[in-house]
């Protein structure tokens, strides 16, 4: 990957995709004290940041994984396949534990939750800038142990068979969401999360919802104690 770091007088032309109009004020205030960044577009869509994004001459894409329709990975691939030389940088509330990965498989270059403090996130953004990965001590060190306990002869858990939209549902369903509250924080209809959950439960060859309810919270549980 090439070396973007700004020049002092050229600062990097940053693009937030948050679908939370407040946070992309906060975020962009917070990344314009600093004189080697500036941020120049914003989105709260994967169809708004495709289209900002081809317009832009942009050094740096900062994607939260909840955005409006599409979630901000299918906006990863897409960005990978258009720009596979723009470098994306997730920022979001998702777990790392559980998206990490994915969203690396995806295209992005680093990955940073939201509740890291302003300067590890000012880290991140330079690090990705520079050509190079970004991700957290713990993240890394999990990534590797997958690998090497790693058994190239098995097959994928049953997890793996979820699309990222349903592992986002599941995960949501694992942490007490109802139905109708996932609709809301994925900003999308319940007919919607209703056919996920029984996308799910083919995956995972659950019988019922009340299958369904004990799998997502036992995986919840069994992630956090990892």
Same mark, same amino acid.
């Given at each position: 990957?090439?070396?973007? @770091?700004?020049?002092?007088?050229?600062?990097?032309?940053?693009?937030?995709?948050? %679908?939370?109009?407040?946070?992309?004020?906060?975020?962009?205030?917070?990344?314009?004290?600093?004189?080697?960044?500036?941020?120049?577009?914003?989105?709260?869509?994967?169809?708004?940041?495709?289209?900002?994004?081809?317009?832009?001459?942009?050094?740096?894409?900062?994607?939260?994984?909840?955005?409006?329709?599409?979630?901000?990975? !299918?906006?990863?691939?897409?960005?990978?396949?258009?720009?596979?030389?723009?470098?994306?940088?997730?920022?979001? =509330?998702?777990?790392?534990?559980?998206?990490?990965?994915?969203?690396?498989?995806?295209?992005?270059? +680093?990955?940073? =939750?939201?509740? !890291?403090?302003?300067?590890?996130?000012? !880290?991140?953004?330079?690090?990705?800038? +520079? +050509? %190079? =990965?970004?991700?957290?001590?713990?993240?890394?060190?999990?990534?590797?142990? @997958?690998?090497?306990?790693?058994?190239?002869?098995?097959?994928?858990?049953?997890?793996?068979?979820?699309?990222?939209?349903?592992?986002?549902?599941?995960?949501?369903?694992?942490?007490?969401? +109802?139905?109708?509250?996932?609709?809301?924080?994925?900003?999308?209809?319940? #007919? @919607?999360?209703? @056919?996920?959950?029984? *996308?799910? #439960?083919? #995956?995972?060859?659950?019988? *019922?919802?009340?299958?369904? =309810?004990?799998?997502?919270?036992?995986?919840?549980?069994?992630?956090?104690?990892?």
């Amino acid at each position: 990957m090439a070396d973007r @770091t700004a020049s002092a007088d050229a600062p990097a032309r940053l693009c937030i995709v948050d %679908d939370h109009p407040i946070v992309r004020r906060g975020l962009a205030q917070l990344i314009d004290q600093y004189a080697d960044l500036h941020v120049v577009g914003e989105a709260e869509s994967v169809d708004e940041a495709v289209a900002v994004l081809r317009e832009g001459d942009f050094d740096l894409a900062i994607v939260d994984l909840s955005l409006k329709g599409l979630s901000g990975l !299918e906006l990863i691939k897409r960005l990978q396949a258009e720009q596979p030389d723009l470098p994306v940088l997730v920022l979001t =509330m998702y777990d790392e534990r559980f998206y990490a990965e994915r969203a690396l498989r995806a295209g992005a270059s +680093g990955y940073i =939750m939201k509740h !890291e403090a302003t300067e590890k996130v000012i !880290e991140a953004i330079r690090k990705v800038l +520079g +050509g %190079d =990965m970004y991700l957290s001590e713990q993240a890394a060190q999990r990534m590797v142990r @997958t690998f090497i306990d790693s058994d190239p002869r098995d097959v994928s858990s049953p997890i793996e068979r979820l699309s990222d939209r349903e592992l986002e549902v599941f995960q949501l369903l694992g942490q007490g969401c +109802g139905t109708r509250e996932v609709a809301e924080l994925l900003h999308l209809s319940v #007919k @919607t999360i209703e @056919t996920y959950r029984a *996308n799910i #439960k083919q #995956k995972l060859h659950l019988q *019922n919802a009340t299958e369904l =309810m004990q799998r997502a919270v036992q995986w919840v549980q069994v992630s956090r104690s990892q």
